[in-house]
């Protein structure tokens, strides 16, 4: 895009210019634009996108894994069953 749009001022510096010249001219230009933006919003999109892994595997390394009953995905309801029979030894 920038390479067409000093072509276009170069072309213009050259000859004369009609209302048509600056017309494309301005289009390039707003094309460029228009290109420069999504490329700032798609770079902003991609930084935050892996802020967000890093941070959620930030947060998985910090979590201690506790031995036993805590870690488990599953209740085990036997656990009182058990402290009462140690209580009574």
Do not use: C
Not at 7 to 30: A, G, H, P, T
Not at 55 to 84: V, W, Y
Request: net charge positive; charged share 35%.
């Amino acid at each position: 895009m920038n390479k067409k749009v000093r072509e276009r001022e170069q072309e213009l510096e050259k000859r004369k210019y009609s209302e048509f010249d600056y017309e494309l001219l301005d289009r390039l230009k707003m094309d460029r634009n228009a290109a420069k933006l999504w490329w700032a919003r798609l770079n902003q999109h991609v930084i935050s996108s892996m802020q967000k892994i890093n941070d959620r595997e930030a947060k998985q390394s910090d979590i201690p894994r506790l031995a036993g009953i805590h870690s488990s995905g599953t209740i085990n309801f036997n656990i009182t069953k058990e402290i009462k029979q140690m209580e009574g030894k």
